[in-house]
C-alpha cells in the first residue's frame, strides 16, 4: 500500500502503461486482488491498477442519501466529496507513473460498481466496469434517464443467485440492471454478463473480467 494524497492505495503495475485501471477497494478487494491481477493478466500486461482505499463505504460511494438497508447506517451520500478526492489521486498518478496519455478505466464492485457508473455522468472515461453494481439504489435509474454518461464502454455484471436475495431491494438488482443494460445500449457499447453464484463470489475475477473486456474494447475500436 502507499498514500498518494492522503489515500491509502494498492498500486500494481507499470509505469508508462497504455491503460490505467481506477477502482474504490474495501479490505475484501485487496482479499481478491491477486485473482483480479490473473484474470486482466489473461488479456493485457500494459497496465496500472489503483485500488483507492475507503475509509466509509456507506458515506463515500453513495450518491446521495438512502436510508439503511440493514441495521442503522444510512447511506450519507458523500460520493461528490470523494470523487474529487479519486481526481486528485488519478492526477498524481498520472504525474508519478508518467501516465498522461493513458486510457483511463474506472470499476468496482457492489457499491463501489454504483459509484463507478457514477463517475460517468461527472467525467469522461474510456470505460467503466459496474460488477454487481448497486443500482437498486434510490432514484438512481432516473438519474441516468436525465444525465448523458460520459463513455463508450459500459461492462454490468450480476451473479445469477442475486436476485434471490432476501431484502426486497436489493432483488430487485437483475430487473434494474436489465433496464439500465437496456438503456445504455442505446447510447454506448454496453454488455450485461451473468456470473455463477451470490453476491459474494469470485469478486476479484468478477471485476478482472470487466476491466478486460474494456480493454479488448478499445483495443478493437
Not at 461528490?80 to 498524481?92: G, I, L, M
Not at 457514477?118 to 435509474?141: H, T
Request: glycine share 8%; aromatic share 12%; net charge negative.
Amino acid at each position: 500500500m502507499e498514500t498518494i494524497k492522503n489515500r491509502q492505495c494498492f498500486i500494481h503495475g507499470k509505469k508508462q502503461a497504455k491503460y490505467l485501471l481506477i477502482q474504490p477497494i474495501d479490505e475484501h478487494d485487496l482479499d481478491a486482488m491477486e485473482e483480479e491481477i490473473e484474470t486482466i493478466n489473461k488479456t493485457t500486461s500494459d497496465y496500472l491498477l489503483v485500488g483507492i482505499l475507503v475509509n466509509d463505504w456507506q458515506r463515500e460511494l453513495s450518491p446521495w442519501y438512502m436510508p439503511a438497508l440493514f441495521g442503522n447506517e444510512d447511506f450519507q451520500g458523500g460520493a461528490d466529496v470523494f470523487y474529487q478526492e479519486v481526481k486528485e489521486v488519478v492526477e498524481e498518478i498520472k504525474v508519478l507513473y508518467d501516465m498522461h496519455d493513458a486510457h483511463v478505466i474506472i470499476g468496482g464492485y457492489s457499491l463501489a460498481g454504483l459509484f463507478a457508473l457514477y463517475a460517468g455522468y461527472q467525467d469522461a472515461y474510456d470505460g467503466i466496469v459496474g460488477a454487481s453494481p448497486s443500482v437498486w439504489f434510490k432514484d438512481f435509474l432516473s438519474y441516468t434517464q436525465t444525465h448523458p454518461i460520459k463513455t463508450q464502454y459500459v461492462y454490468l455484471s450480476l451473479g445469477d443467485k442475486e436476485e434471490k436475495a432476501r431484502n426486497k431491494t436489493m432483488a430487485s438488482v437483475g430487473d434494474c440492471l436489465r433496464t439500465y443494460e437496456a438503456y445504455l445500449r442505446e447510447h454506448t457499447h454496453c454488455i450485461l454478463e451473468m456470473n455463477p453464484g451470490n453476491h459474494f463470489k469470485d469478486t476479484g475475477i468478477r471485476v478482472g473480467k470487466g476491466f478486460s473486456w474494456i480493454i479488448k474494447s478499445l483495443d478493437h475500436a
